[in-house]
């Protein structure tokens, strides 16, 4: 049966891949410089409310304090920076950008004076924009999407509040609000799914090829067989 395409339908392309897959090597490069050649990138992290400290917004993302923690952070990025490119790869560029301005300056203003690094914070942005942004789509497959992300991801709302010492709550409030805010002020097109002929409003079934070799039963009906013009009779 015919398929009706859509202009904004959900395409793979080579970004869904790369861009996770670089934003994992360069955080594992990093950490695995400071660790060949004994360097702390720890003060390049936001010191909040210190000029010097705004330099993290940028850089803290990429800096990670353990293997633990670097770990931990790696995963939920690699997929939800992947769901994002997916589904959302005419805006995926400009929220990740912002995700990681807001995360940073949002720790910057409200953080406790201590260095904030990793990448939780933009981990959570990405959480809050694919989840409020998937249901407020109405789009089956980025609601089930927004599903996957609360059902592997929904313990992450426990980090944005003070409950354990020295995690960076801040930074993930402020990432949290950032992807809420996207969410819902990010014009997106949202990709459709696949129609097909029988989904249009004007579809009859009776017009339908494939449903007419069917009677009302829905059993089979042979093909009436094509029979030639009969020839005309040569005269003996």
Not at 12 to 20: A, G, I, M, R
Not at 29 to 57: C, D, I, Q
Not at 64 to 76: E, K
Request: glycine letters at 10%; aromatic letters at 16%; a neutral charge.
């Amino acid at each position: 049966m015919n398929q009706k395409n859509s202009k904004a339908a959900l395409v793979f392309t080579p970004e869904v891949v790369w861009v996770p897959l670089a934003f994992a090597l360069v955080i594992w490069l990093v950490f695995w410089f400071e660790l060949r050649f004994g360097y702390n990138f720890t003060p390049f992290g936001v010191l909040p409310r210190s000029l010097k400290g705004l330099r993290g917004v940028l850089f803290s993302p990429f800096i990670h304090s353990t293997l633990s923690h670097l770990w931990h952070n790696t995963v939920p990025a690699v997929v939800l920076t992947g769901g994002l490119f997916y589904f959302y790869r005419g805006v995926a560029w400009k929220v990740s950008c912002i995700l990681i301005l807001g995360a940073g300056i949002g720790t910057w203003i409200i953080g406790r004076e201590a260095y904030h690094i990793g990448a939780s914070g933009v981990i959570y942005g990405l959480a809050s924009f694919l989840f409020f942004k998937g249901i407020w789509s109405r789009n089956f497959r980025l609601t089930a999407f927004s599903l996957i992300v609360v059902f592997l991801y929904g313990s992450l709302i426990w980090g944005t509040l003070p409950l354990q010492e020295g995690m960076s709550w801040e930074g993930h409030l402020s990432g949290f609000i950032t992807g809420t805010v996207l969410a819902f002020v990010v014009r997106s097109k949202i990709a459709k799914p696949t129609k097909y002929a029988w989904e249009a409003e004007d579809y009859k079934a009776e017009d339908d090829p494939f449903l007419r070799q069917f009677d009302a039963e829905g059993n089979f009906i042979d093909p009436v067989p094509e029979t030639d013009e009969e020839e005309d009779e040569l005269p003996r």
